[in-house]
């Protein structure tokens, strides 16, 4: 399917154990984006890349890393999970002008 | 640095009736500006655009304009749905570094 596309849409999970976050885009965005979306915060950057093999820190980037080995592919990866990053986790994509959300995923850290 | 102020929520409307949300911004240099829209359960979608001063951005019956010189946004539709019920954000891009303001849930009663 064309567009940007995230897995798994639903993760339980439990402190201290890794977990990845997958996003996929078929449109060889240049840009691609992480952010958590919480209560009371908004939307908050955490990793962002501008190109295969390049990544930067967003707003809140503790607890998290990234790799893009691949354009079409930007993981998201909690090292070991904390109760603080149950949160819903977007993924965006851009070229120039305007960013393309993925549907998103719901993680949830016992 | 760049940001971006929209109108606290939540707006609720009955149907029909119209509608404005405020959104100012701080920029340097010359910012495209969006609005943003968020269903329950499902990601950002793009709603409408304008990247440079005096642009109308338009979509489904809903209409912003870049002010420059108020350096302001705001989204307005004269007669809203139900299904117009989201969460609806203003945001900017300057310079592939993207800000978003924090969201403003509309409910539409019938």
């Known amino acids: 399917d064309a567009g940007i596309t995230q897995s798994p849409r639903y993760k339980i999970t439990e402190t201290g154990r890794q977990v990845t976050l997958m996003c996929h885009q078929t449109?060889?965005?240049?840009?691609m984006f992480w952010y958590r979306q919480d209560l009371g915060h908004g939307l908050r950057l955490i990793y962002y890349?501008?190109?295969?093999?390049?990544?930067d820190k967003g707003e809140v980037p503790d607890g998290y890393v990234v790799s893009r080995s691949k354009t079409e592919n930007f993981p998201l990866t909690l090292e070991s999970a904390t109760r603080s990053q149950t949160s819903v986790y977007f993924c965006a994509s851009s070229e120039r002008i305007e960013q393309f959300f993925g549907p998103g995923t719901r993680l949830t850290v016992l | 640095g760049d940001s971006v102020t929209q109108m606290e929520g939540p707006v609720t409307l009955s149907e029909e009736a119209f509608l404005t949300i405020n959104c100012t911004y701080t920029?340097?240099?010359?910012?495209?500006l969006f609005w943003y829209v968020q269903y329950p359960g499902e990601g950002l979608q793009l709603l409408l655009k304008a990247t440079k001063a005096d642009d109308k951005g338009s979509n489904k019956g809903f209409e912003a304009t870049y002010r420059k010189e108020t350096t302001s946004f705001h989204l307005e539709k004269g007669s809203v749905q139900v299904s117009d019920s989201a969460v609806y954000f203003c945001a900017l891009n300057a310079g592939n570094q993207f800000y978003f303001g924090t969201g403003t849930s509309l409910t539409v009663i019938p």
């Open positions: 449109w060889s965005h240049s840009y």
């Open positions: 890349s501008a190109a295969a093999d390049i990544t």
């Open positions: 920029a340097t240099g010359y910012p495209s």
